[in-house]
Structure formats: structure tokens, C-alpha cells
């Protein structure tokens, strides 16, 4: 096969290899994109801090803009199998200019997380092996989270299938770790045999206004961060078998199962170490499961901390694959250099692309963690303001390329206008809130001014400046993706629908 192609023409002709993975890799990779046990970790002490034994309302109500902008995704893949994604998208529903925009928020995100979360794997594998002293040395650490990039990064460059049979089994090792702990957790709770200040599980506490609305709007802009990185299945669109309909819901019942994830854990974690203890241990982030991991498992505490240093692993992988996925579709409609568009002829993966997402991303590791730990923190918070931004984006592109059929039934109107429309404001509104926040200087890690503003602030409005300024530099060098007019399908997923 590989050299049929390369007989074919030249590289660069190659495709994606259609129908590499199904459904349930596509549903696992989009689970593992969130890294729910890192997530989970790093956000639950700050949540509690905020909200108190309502973080498990918390979680409840940051999942309703995810779904909305999750039901967006599904229906503009029906009609566009492009692996941009949001790019494609926008770029046909509302121009060329917010199209670019939207592409160089999603590569972005994936250069400003993958070397923490590389950083989270190898640091939580190195406490589950008891290897603490080579943790604590910032050398090792950083050798071998970028050893680790590459490693994760010619994985996805060897091929899709690869990628999934590693994802699957990663994904199996987090979610049992995780319920191991839960239920444990749970169990010494009501046998009142916890170390800790231990509180019995309520219903109340799915109320997300219970603590009131400072609260929730803090804890709701952490949210973003932990249900991040579902749509890493529909970036796969062309590899993915019924590229139509399967990625579209395999990114749905992806945020489904992670609500239900998030909540349990929630559940487990506020109830057996109170809300005072996670509160005051907040500072701690994802190293607050470490301490509870020795706290509830005892000598089992490696359990724990392999789930978090696997969700890292597995994450790591996974956020690569819609950096590179959008740059390679930028580059065949002419929004980058055409070399960002190379696809292996052997392994049929974008691996250009891919090697350059991983690159940018080693470097910003190694020079943001020269700064210091803090500064590598507040870049992985302004990471909410691309977040927030693309998926705003996409949810508006959704109702707005659909326009002209959202009035042919109740169920257009609700799904594919309305709803994504709520998520996007409830997006943009966020969006607005945190930038506020992140004014303020005593609001970031490192608790330092940049300009007068804190650094997370800074790093996003300087990320966003250079979009632009790029953007504006390739239009005046290479104006073609700009000129053209894209073929768009006619949205008639109302028969498709029917007929299923």
C-alpha cells in the first residue's frame, strides 16, 4: 500500500488513511485528549476552595456549554469530514480572517499544554515507582519529559491505529485507577474509618448556585480547562470509519462520560477529605491527589498516581493530534506553507506537522520552565481564553451556517441553532470574565505583574497579537486561501436524519 502511493505522485499527494480506527477508538481518544484523572486533580482543590461541597454542581453545570458546543461539532461534521475542524468551519460559515483565527487558537493550545502534561506523566510514574529523588531533580524531569514528546509524537507520526491500541489501553489503566480510589474513598467514608475530616455524600451538593455566584463563575471558568480536548475525535474525521456521524458522536458521548466521571470522583474526593482540607491544600493543584492517594490507599497510593501520570501520558499523545490535524489542513487550503501539509506516504499521518506542533512545544516547555514552575502555570491558564475562544467560535459558525434551515423543525431550532448558540454565549461570557480575572496579577501563580496585568493575561493577548500578525503577513505573501471560495455542501442533515 505504502508504495502504491508513493508511485502515485509525490508525497505531498498522499491522504489520510480513511477508516483507521471506529467508533469506540475515536470515543476513547476523545476521553483521553481530557485527561480526566490530571484534570481532575489539578482542578478539584481550587474548585472546593470556590465553592465548597457544591464543586460536584460545579462540574454539573460546566458540562451544559460543553454538550451544546459538542452537539455544534456533530452537526458541522456531518456536512464538512475535515480534519480543521473548526478552521473549515468557520472559514466557510464566517470567512477566511475568523477561520485563520480559529485554526492558530487550536494549534496553540496544543503547544502551550503538551510539555506539562508530559511533565505531569513523568512526575506522578516517578512517585508510583518510588523514585522521588528523581522527581524532585528539575534536570531529570525535564530530560525526560521531553524524551517522553518525542517518544508520544512518532507514535502518532507511525500511524492512527497505533495511536488508538495505545489509547485504549491507557484509557482502561486511568479509569480503573480512578475507580479504585473512588470506591475506596467512598467505602471508608461510611465506615467512618478515614483519616481525614470526612462528610457524608449529599444531593444538595449538585447544586452549583449553592455557594453563590462569584463562585460558580470561577469555578465554571475552571471547568473549561477539565472538559477541554473531547474534540480530538472529530479531528481524526478522515481516519475515523462512517466519518460522518461517527466522530460527531463519539465527541458527545465523550462529555456525557466524563460528567459522569467527574461528578463520581468529585463526589468521592469532597467527601472523604471535607472541604476544609482540600480548601486549605488548594496550592497543592495536581499534586493534591498524592497526598489523598497516601491518605485514603495507603501502601496502594501508587494506584492513584499512576492513573494521573497515565492521563498525562495519555494526554500528551492525543492534544497533538488536532494541533497537527488543523496546521495540515491549513496548509492545503493555502492558510500556511504548503510543507506543513505533507503527509507520509508510508504511514499516511500528517508527519510534518505533527513534528513541528511537537517541536514549538518542547520549546516553550524549556523556556517557560527556565522562568519557573508558576510561569509554566500561568501559561496553562491562559490557555482558557483560546479554549473559550475557538469553541465560541464554532458554536456560532454551527447556527450560522445552518441559517436558512433552522426553521424547518423544532428539533433544527433547539440542537443546531439554539443550543449551540447558548453555549457559544456562554462561552464568550466566560471568556469576558476571565480576562478580568486574570488582570489582576494576584489572581496568577506567580502572583507578578506583567505590564500591569497578571502574565496568564499577557500570555494570552501576546499568543493572540502574533496570530494576527502572522495572519496578516501570510495574506500579503501568499493571498490565495483568502481569494478562493470554498465549495459548501448543502446542510440537509434533516433528511439524513430521518432516513437513519
Known amino acids: 500500500m505504502a508504495e502504491d502511493i508513493a508511485d502515485a505522485g509525490p508525497p505531498q499527494s498522499a491522504s489520510l488513511k480513511p477508516d483507521a480506527i471506529g467508533f469506540v477508538d475515536a470515543l476513547v481518544i476523545g476521553l483521553n485528549a481530557t485527561s480526566p484523572a490530571y484534570s481532575l486533580a489539578a482542578a478539584i482543590g481550587p474548585v472546593v476552595a470556590l465553592v465548597g461541597v457544591y464543586a460536584p454542581g460545579v462540574m454539573l453545570a460546566s458540562f451544559v456549554p460543553m454538550l451544546l458546543i459538542a452537539s455544534a461539532f456533530y452537526y458541522l461534521n456531518k456536512v464538512d ?166 466522530p460527531g458522536k463519539a465527541a458527545v458521548w465523550s462529555t456525557v462520560i466524563l460528567l459522569v466521571t467527574y461528578v463520581a470522583v468529585a463526589y468521592a474526593v469532597v467527601a472523604y477529605a471535607g472541604p476544609a482540607f482540600l480548601s486549605e491544600n488548594a496550592a497543592e493543584e495536581e499534586f493534591i491527589f498524592a497526598i489523598l492517594a497516601d491518605e485514603a490507599m495507603g501502601g496502594w497510593d501508587w494506584v492513584v498516581l499512576l492513573a494521573v501520570s497515565t492521563s498525562g501520558l495519555a494526554s500528551t499523545q492525543t492534544t497533538i493530534i488536532p494541533a497537527s490535524r488543523t496546521a495540515l489542513s491549513m496548509a492545503r487550503r493555502h492558510a500556511l506553507p504548503s510543507h506543513y501539509g505533507h503527509i507520509s506516504p508510508r504511514f499516511r499521518t500528517p508527519d510534518v506537522s505533527t513534528w513541528w506542533v511537537a517541536g514549538i512545544a518542547i520549546a516553550w516547555y524549556l523556556v517557560v520552565r527556565q522562568i519557573s514552575e508558576n510561569a509554566l502555570f500561568d501559561s496553562l491558564t491562559a490557555l482558557s481564553l483560546l479554549i473559550a475562544f475557538y469553541y465560541a467560535l464554532t458554536g456560532i459558525a454551527c447556527a450560522v451556517y445552518y441559517r436558512r434551515h433552522l426553521t424547518e423543525s423544532l428539533h433544527n431550532f433547539l440542537l443546531i441553532g439554539l443550543g449551540p448558540l447558548i453555549g457559544a454565549g456562554l462561552l464568550v461570557w466566560l471568556l469576558v470574565e476571565s480576562i478580568g480575572d486574570m488582570a489582576d496579577p494576584e489572581n496568577s501563580y506567580s502572583g507578578v505583574s506583567w505590564f500591569g496585568v497578571g502574565p496568564p493575561l499577557v500570555i494570552g493577548i501576546g499568543i493572540t497579537l502574533a496570530g494576527v500578525i502572522l495572519m496578516v503577513v501570510w495574506r500579503l505573501m501568499a493571498p490565495a486561501f483568502w481569494e478562493e471560495r470554498p465549495e459548501v455542501a448543502d446542510p440537509d442533515l434533516v433528511h439524513g436524519d430521518k432516513e437513519q
Not at 107 to 125: E, K, Y
Not at 137 to 163: D, H, K, P, Y
Open 81 to 246: 469530514q475535515d480534519c480543521g475542524t473548526t478552521f473549515s468551519w468557520v472559514t466557510r460559515a464566517m470567512g477566511p480572517w475568523a477561520g485563520w483565527l480559529g485554526g492558530w487558537a487550536i494549534t496553540m493550545t496544543g503547544v502551550l499544554v503538551i510539555g506539562s502534561l508530559a511533565d505531569v506523566a513523568v512526575t506522578f510514574a516517578l512517585l508510583a515507582f518510588g523514585l522521588d529523588s528523581w522527581a524532585e531533580n528539575e534536570f531529570v524531569r525535564q530530560l525526560l519529559t521531553v524524551l517522553l514528546i518525542i517518544v508520544m509524537t512518532a507514535v502518532c507520526v507511525i500511524g492512527t491505529e497505533v495511536s488508538a491500541r495505545v489509547q485504549n489501553v491507557l484509557i482502561l489503566a486511568q479509569v480503573a485507577c480512578l475507580i479504585a480510589f473512588a470506591v475506596v474513598a467512598l467505602y471508608k467514608v461510611y465506615a467512618d474509618t478515614g483519616t481525614l475530616d470526612a462528610v457524608d455524600p449529599a444531593f444538595s451538593w449538585l447544586d452549583p448556585f449553592g455557594a453563590g455566584g462569584a463562585g460558580l463563575t470561577a469555578g465554571l471558568l475552571l471547568g473549561v480547562f477539565i472538559y477541554w480536548g473531547w474534540e480530538s475525535a472529530v479531528d481524526l474525521t478522515e481516519e475515523v470509519e462512517n466519518s460522518a456521524t461517527a
